[in-house]
C-alpha cells in the first residue's frame, strides 16, 4: 500500500500538522447524553494536569472495575469520567454511586487524552485521583471547581 501524501499548501493539513491532536470543540461533538456536568476547558486542562502529578504518586485508580470496587470500600477522591465512551452502559451507574457517597464526579471529553494523561497509551473512560500532600494545592483547586459544577437533573 502507498501513502498518500496531503499537499501541504491546504490550510488543514497545515492545521493538522500543527497541532497533531483536536480542539476541545471537536471532541465535544462525540459527547453521550449522560455526559453531565461537563467541565470546561480550563478545568479540563487543571484535572489532566492532577491527574499526572497523581500518577507520579501513584494515587490513582484506573478504570471500572478497580474504580467501582475503591468506592464501595469508601475511598475518596475526584472521580474523572470520559464523556466519549461508547456503550454508554459500561460506566453509567458509577454517578448514582458517587452522588449516593457525596463524592465529586466530572465528565470531560476525551477517554483518550484520559488515558494519556495518566501516562497510558489505552483510552480510559474513568480515573479516581485521590488526595495527597505532594499535589494538595492542584487536587483542592480542582475539588472547589468540579463542586461548583451544577450536577445533572
Known amino acids: 500500500m502507498t501513502k498518500i501524501k496531503a499537499d501541504p499548501d ?7 500538522a500543527c497541532s497533531g491532536e483536536r480542539t476541545y470543540q471537536e471532541l465535544l461533538v462525540n ?8 467541565a470546561s476547558r480550563r478545568l479540563t486542562r487543571k484535572l489532566y ?7 507520579k504518586q501513584k494515587q490513582i485508580r ?3 472495575k478497580e474504580v467501582q470496587k475503591f468506592v464501595n470500600k469508601g475511598e475518596k477522591g475526584i472521580m474523572v469520567l470520559a464523556g466519549d465512551t461508547l ?6 451507574h458509577l454517578p448514582v454511586m458517587c452522588e449516593d457517597r ?27 485521583v485521590k ?12 475539588l ?5 459544577l451544577p450536577l445533572a437533573l
Not at 488526595?131 to 480542582?142: T, V
Request: charged share 25%.
Open 31 to 38: 459527547q453521550n447524553p449522560i455526559a453531565q456536568p461537563l
Open 144 to 148: 472547589e471547581e468540579v463542586q461548583s
Open 49 to 55: 494536569k492532577c491527574i499526572k502529578k497523581a500518577v
Open 62 to 64: 484506573r478504570g471500572v
Open 87 to 92: 456503550p454508554i452502559e459500561v460506566y453509567c
Open 10 to 16: 491546504q490550510p488543514e493539513a497545515q492545521a493538522e
Open 102 to 128: 457525596n463524592l465529586p464526579y466530572v465528565y470531560i471529553p476525551s477517554k483518550t487524552d484520559l488515558g494519556a494523561a495518566a501516562g497510558s497509551k489505552r483510552p480510559t473512560c474513568v480515573i479516581m
Open 131 to 142: 488526595p495527597h500532600e505532594e499535589y494538595q494545592e492542584a487536587y483542592d483547586e480542582c
